[in-house]
């Protein structure tokens, strides 16, 4: 028996008024989604324990079995696994974002965040600029005051590390959950090394605006890559192995280094297909073979994730989002059946989206996301096609921690 996780991250939503009330999921069209739908378990699922922020890493931890109400330090200390950093006692991590704020000759608290990616900012242009950031004289005499110094991630997502630092009360910002805001009330504060940091994010801001990199995507119509954004803090974290948990072997398919971090914690395998972006553009066939070849090479396990409805959602691309989840069904989960069937392979198929992403708000919610349980050697299901509301007439499960033992049949 073959288990797989695919996740559309960020994928569900609630109805949208452009979309004619339907959320992007029910206006998209999904062959596969509603075939896997309707002859599987349909259900919907709670990843986001009470009282956590609700986002990929909490919900992520969640569905991999790890119960982030005990185990959560931030999203940092996990993308930082995945980059191999290992973090001492008193070390914290952050993720560093490229961000875009508008132009303007305001005081910079005035200035509103544009885009928490820097308008998906091109990896090698932002691996450049951070690096000659981080080279500048003055910066670096401040981040090395600091004891911060940064791994490049060759996206718009890099990890900073601040030696021995004290961030008990520290309030730092999701960039994604204030698009269009001012960034005042957003910047770090709490205790003395929000300061630190507060300081540096305004250095930064005045190297970064006149860089000539941003000169010219300014010409070119894009938005500048003009400022860095602190946040997702963390100390080191220790996550329970899963072959221990669950008797299985496997890896993770992903593009983005949260979900290998969680790999690399957890014993998982880390598994980077070429092409892979993190965005619409990605190589969804790249990753489907991926996964079977996994499964074909003797692992019990496989997981897929597919990042573009989040990324498409944060931008405010809404035709993009529908886009990105008729991909999914598409390029992934249909070409993913066919071939596990080819395969000869009996499987169990878990599809869900980790988390709600908001057209409205262009942020997270921790509301419940629908799920589909497929057992090639059931043939009846839920008659119902995928969507939101069709997900909440079948079972409930109440925490995202017990997802992991259901797909492997291991629930009492």
């Not at 339907?22 to 009282?51: C, F, Q, R, V, W």
């Not at 000539?212 to 500048?224: F, M, Q, S």
């Not at 996550?239 to 979900?259: D, H, T, W």
Request: proline residues 7%; hydrophobic residues 35%.
């Amino acid at each position: 028996m073959k288990y797989i996780l695919v996740i559309g991250d960020g994928m569900a939503d609630d109805p949208v008024p452009e979309l004619g009330g339907k959320t992007p999921t029910e206006y998209a069209k999904t062959p596969a989604m509603d075939y896997l739908a309707a002859h599987g378990e349909l259900g919907s699922a709670y990843n986001i324990p009470e009282g956590l922020p609700p986002g990929s890493d909490t919900a992520m931890l969640s569905i991999f079995g790890c119960d982030p109400r005990y185990c959560y330090t931030g999203r940092a200390p996990l993308e930082a696994a995945a980059k191999g950093i290992d973090l001492s006692p008193g070390d914290v991590a952050y993720r560093c974002n490229m961000v875009s704020y508008e132009d303007g000759g305001m005081p910079f608290e005035e200035k509103r965040i544009l885009s928490h990616n820097a308008g998906s900012i091109e990896g090698d242009i932002s691996d450049r600029l951070i690096t000659e950031l981080f080279n500048e004289p003055e910066f670096r005499a401040a981040a090395q005051s600091a004891g911060l110094s940064v791994s490049p991630g060759s996206s718009f997502r890099h990890i900073a590390v601040q030696k021995q630092a004290d961030v008990e009360g520290i309030v730092l910002a999701p960039p994604h959950d204030h698009l269009g805001e001012r960034i005042g009330p957003l910047l770090p504060r709490g205790c003395e090394n929000a300061e630190v940091l507060k300081r540096l994010m305004v250095l930064a801001h005045r190297i970064l605006d006149r860089h000539p990199i941003n000169v010219r995507r300014r010409a070119e119509g894009k938005l500048p890559a003009n400022g860095i954004w602190f946040w997702a803090e963390g100390t080191a974290v220790k996550l329970p192995n899963f072959f221990e948990n669950y008797g299985k072997r496997g890896g993770v398919i992903s593009a983005v280094p949260l979900c290998h971090g969680i790999a690399a914690l957890t014993g998982l395998e880390v598994v980077t297909v070429e092409g892979a972006t993190g965005e619409l553009d990605t190589n969804y066939e790249g990753k489907v073979e991926a996964t079977i070849d996994l499964l074909r090479k003797g692992a019990d396990f496989a997981a897929l994730h597919v990042e573009a409805p989040d990324e498409c959602t944060h931008n405010g691309d809404t035709e993009g989002k529908v886009l990105a989840i008729e991909y999914i069904d598409e390029r992934v989960l249909g070409p993913l059946f066919k071939k596990l069937k080819k395969e000869g392979f009996e499987f169990r198929l878990l599809f869900l989206s980790d988390h709600k992403t908001l057209t409205s708000t262009r942020g997270h919610d921790g509301g419940p996301v629908p799920y589909i349980l497929y057992d090639s050697r059931i043939k009846k299901g839920s008659g119902l096609p995928y969507s939101e509301a069709n997900g909440l007439k079948g079972p409930t499960v109440r925490a995202g921690t017990e997802l992991m033992a259901k797909l492997f049949e291991q629930t009492k």
